[in-house]
Each structure stands twice: as C-alpha cells, then as structure tokens.
C-alpha cells in the first residue's frame, strides 16, 4: 500500500485521514486481481474499505482509458467511475498516456459527476532542466496545468512514472506551478529507479508541493516509490515536519519486510538503482529484452523507437507502443532512417498501428510524419477523442448474456463493468471461480503461491465462524493418463483427488525440459522474454510469411505477438495456450528451405496480419502497457 505525506494541509477530504491518503487501486491492480490472483477487484476494495473506514482511498484511473489499454466507450467508463466511488474511492488521480486533454477532461467530468474527488494529472516526461531539450519545456506543462485547473480539478498531480524528474526540475516545476496557481493542492510522484526519488521529493517540498508519494522503508526504493522514513526524517523538526513520528515506521517495515519474502519468487531483477532511465525514459517494467541481445542495444532500440514516435509521452498504454516498436527494431535490424525508408512494405506490431489511427488520441506534438502516413497504408484515423466515436455499450444486454452463460446468481452488476473492460481475462477468470469457487481468496499467501510440503498444514477462514483445516499428506505415482493422486485431510477426514501433472513427459507427449531456441538458425523462433503463451495462430505445416503471427505471449501485464522472421513452413510448434515459457525457449521451428514462393519475398514485407478492415483494438492485447 503506497501511503501519501502532506507538507502542508489541503482542503479536507472526504475522510478523516490527518494528512494521509492510501493509493489502493486502480491502474494494473484491477487486471492483476482478475488475472493472475482469481479475485474478484470490487470485493477487494469494499474488504479493504471495511478495514479502513476513516483514511481518504485514492485509485490510478486511465482517464478515457479506465483502467483498462484502450479506449472505450463513454457509458462504460462513467458505470465504472460510479461503481468505484460506491465501493470506496474517494479520489481519483486522473491521467493520460498522451497527456491529450480531451480525454484528461472527459476523466475528469466523469469523476465528478459520480461525486469523486478530482485530481488531474501531468504526467512527465523528458528532461525539464536541460536547455537543450526542446519539448516538455516549462510552459508545456504550465499551459496543461491551465486547462486541467479551470476545468475545475480538486487537485493537481505531477507523475513522474519513470523516475525522469530530477531535484532541479523538481524545483522548477512545482515553484512555477505553485505561483501560477496559489490555491491549488499540487501533489507529486514519483520512482527511484535512478536512486534520486528522496532528493526529489525533498525538492519537490521545498519548492511549494502539499502532498509527495512515498513508500514504506521495507517496500521502497528501485521501481517503487522512494522511502518514507528517510523523507520523515530528513523534514522532521524543520518547518515542513510531516507530523509522522519516525519511530511508527519501523514496525510497519518490519511488517512488510516480512511479507515482502512471501512474493520473492515475483520480484523484479532489478537489483540495483540504474540512471539508464534517463536514456530510455521508460516507466519500470517497460523494457525490450530477448536471448542474444545485449543491453546497449536494446537501450538503443528504445531510444531509437521513441524518436521515431515523435518522443511521445510513455506510459501505460503509450509505453506499449515504444516498447513494441523497439523490439521489432531491434529484431529486425531497423534504425530511425530505415524504419521509415521501408515503413510501407512492412507488418507493424497492432500497437504501432493503432496508435498512428488515434485509438489513444493525439499526441501532444503531432504523429510523426511520413512514417504515419507509411504505416497506416490508408487505414481509417481518428479525428478528436476516441472515445466519442464509439457507440455506447449495451451493458444490459451483456448481463443478460452473461448470466445465460454462468447462471443469474453468479454474475452482479460490478461484473458486467469487469466483463466490459476484460471479456477474455473476466471469462477466465469466471472459469476459474466455477472449477474452484471464490473460495480460492481465502487461502494463506504461501499456499496460494507455491507447492505445500508432505504434512504441512494450513487453516484458513470459509465463512464466519467456519473455518478449514486442510493437511496435504502424499503423492502418488505418475499414472499412464499423466495424472497422480493427491492424498490430503480436510479437517481430519481423509481425502483423495487425481491432478494432472503439467511437467510429465507424458502429458501430450511434451518434455519437461524445455527446448531452446537455436540463435544460430533464423528458422528457429524463440520467447523474446518470459511469459505465458495465451495463443497459438499457427500449425505444423503450416506456410507463413515474415511478420505473419505466430504466437501471442502474455509478459508483465502485456500481450506480445511473436511474428514470423523469415518465410518457410512451420514443421515445429513446441508450445501450447497455457505454457509458461523463460527467455529463449523454442517457440516454433521454420524451415525456410521449404518456403517456395514464399521465401522469395523481401524478408521484412507485409504478411497476412495487415487487415485493412481489422476492428478496433481488442482489450490489452495491442494497447497493452506498464503503469
């Protein structure tokens, strides 16, 4: 839980909360708890709410975005507003990927309405004390801060997603902001990837700021916020004291310290502060990587793909689209002047594309031209915000369909917003609570996450004042079917049940170890980073042309295609939905001496995936990001 302190006190909240606001929701979290947890977002909140009735909740929202990678249609995003504020949000940090204002004031007039409290966003980018850069000067961010103020925002936020704002900019901006607008709350974010979040913040402080984001010690730092204790130490006594007794801190610490073991296994490998963010500019989590590619190049494949896009804003889902087109470059040898040279012969990423139509509004210095008019090879645009070309969603009508499909008793309203936002990751997760029920929520973190030990044993609470107690006893033998039996006691009583085991050689004839991609063979295509593989578009035999699809990975909240890089015929798919991959494995294999006609075409030409009539982006997978 990111906890806020104030340096000096805003208007009142609408909780009690003493100078403390708790940013609980939103952003990534909605996806994450449906995704990977199997938990239902909405209940999450209104469980958290009960616990803590009197501290102002503040969520991340996408603005025309919600929190979702695409943008949707007004009535879905104003339900969803709605919803949010009954279950608990009091504030709403409003932002754009673009910084486009259209869809920061749509936000904004759909927070309002529902009652929340308003706190638009700018979000930062580039380098504002350095006079050599040319955009993101001061009056961008002055000239933005008007718009959001007189559209009468409660508040104003400065975030900084990827650690960019230095302690001189810091000063700079929020000292040109607090004199332009005396009675504004003004409220700053910020990371410490490069390790300079406290002197940021401290910065940031001095310079007028009410309100700066910091994290608890045990919790801080790298792609966190930077550490509360320090920032309540380093102010304690002077006249910007925070009021935060120091010593409360560390058993909260202490605390998460502990916690923080239990999710080990999902901990960024980022070990240590790393100022190269200063060259990719992108938020944390947001990278291109992949077996044979070194560091350097993958910086410069990202530097290179942001200059191309016109040095856009990047974050979730605009981060997407530089990191998409990065890795594209980079696989394919393409720099800034060869990317555009053959622009009209090649398959893009959907991302790219859909960005160059307007799917995410316009970026604040225009779409980079001739590349957009090469990319999107006549395709439709969009004119203004997208969100007000789309018709409204038939909310009513998906319940019912919804309902048809799971039973009238399992699905609530808050589920059709969920369903409207994430069809495919909602049906998933539906599955999921049908096989296993909701109860899956109540078992301890460990349980949940890793493989019990023989007699180990776990109680957990089913309702109030049931409870179960569940002792895992043996295993046994591999069985022809791959499947084995799992003995266990379920509050004393003897159990039994047959679990199919994934790694079994045995199981649909796949090899426990995986196969590696050979770097060597340009035939043979492997996972550029890991993750799941959520769809196979291709076959054995099948004949494919460069660029065509042939799997779509799920990696860090983000839906990748892996496309073919060369012609030939698939002889080899060495994966399945479902698969869990690392960096490197095999993919599919082609063989290229096979490719016929297909083979004698430019290795880098369009392929099948370029649909001139293609919808609209679909949930996460072409507008996916990191937050």
Known sequence: MRTTTCSRPP????????????????????????????????????????????????????????????????????????????????????FDSLNYVDNLLFGMDAVRDAGGVVEATLCYTGDLSDPRRSKYRLDYYLDLAEKLVNHGCHSLAIKDMAGLLKPRAATMLVGALRERFPDTVIHVHTHDSAGTGVATQLAAAAAGADMVDACIDSMSGLTSQPAMGAIVNALAGS???????????????????????LYAPFESNMKAVSSDVYVHEMPAGSHVSGPGRGVGQDLQGLRGANRALGDIVKVTPSSKVVGDLAQFMVQNGLDER?????????????????????????????????????????????????????????????????????GAQAIAPRDVLSAALYPKVFD??????????????????????????????????????????????????????????VFFEANGVPRVVEVTDKKAEQVLGRKAVRERADLAVLGSVGAPMAGTIIEVSVKPGTSVKPGQQLVVMNAMKMETAICAPVAGVITQVAVEVNDALDAGDLVVFIDTKAAGDVADQDPLSSGDSDDEDAPAPAEGKALAGAA
């Open 428 to 485: 998933e997760y539906m599955t999921h609570v049908l096989k296993y029920s909701d109860l899956i929520e109540k078992l301890p973190t460990r349980a949940f996450l890793t493989p019990m030990e023989e007699d180990e044993e776990v109680e957990f609470e089913i309702a109030k004042g049931v409870g179960a107690n569940i002792k895992y006893k043996a295993v046994g033998e591999l069985q022809p079917n791959g499947k084995r039996e």
């Open 338 to 406: 060869t990317l555009v040279e053959r622009a009209e012969s090649l398959s893009f990423p959907s991302s790219v594309v859909e960005f160059m139509q307007g799917y995410l509004g316009r970026p604040s210095f225009g779409f980079p031209e001739p590349l957009r008019s090469r990319v999107l090879k006549g395709k439709h645009v969009i004119d203004g915000r997208p969100g007000a070309s789309l018709g409204p969603m038939d909310l009513a009508g998906l319940e019912y369909r919804l309902k048809e499909k799971y």
């Open 239 to 261: 006249e910007l004291d925070t009021g935060i007794n120091p010593d409360h801190l560390i058993p909260l610490s202490t605390y998460w310290e502990q916690t923080r073991e």
């Open 11 to 94: 208007p009142p909240p609408p909780r009690s909360c003493r100078g403390r606001v708790a940013g609980v929701w939103g952003g990534a979290t909605f996806d994450v708890s449906l995704r990977f947890l199997h938990e239902c977002p909405w209940r999450r909140l209104e469980r958290l709410r009960e616990l803590v009735p009197n501290v102002p909740f503040q969520m991340l929202f996408r603005g025309a975005n919600a929190v979702g990678y695409t943008s949707y249609p007004d009535n879905v995003v104003r339900e969803f507003v709605a919803e949010s504020v009954r279950c608990g949000v009091d504030i709403f940090r409003i």
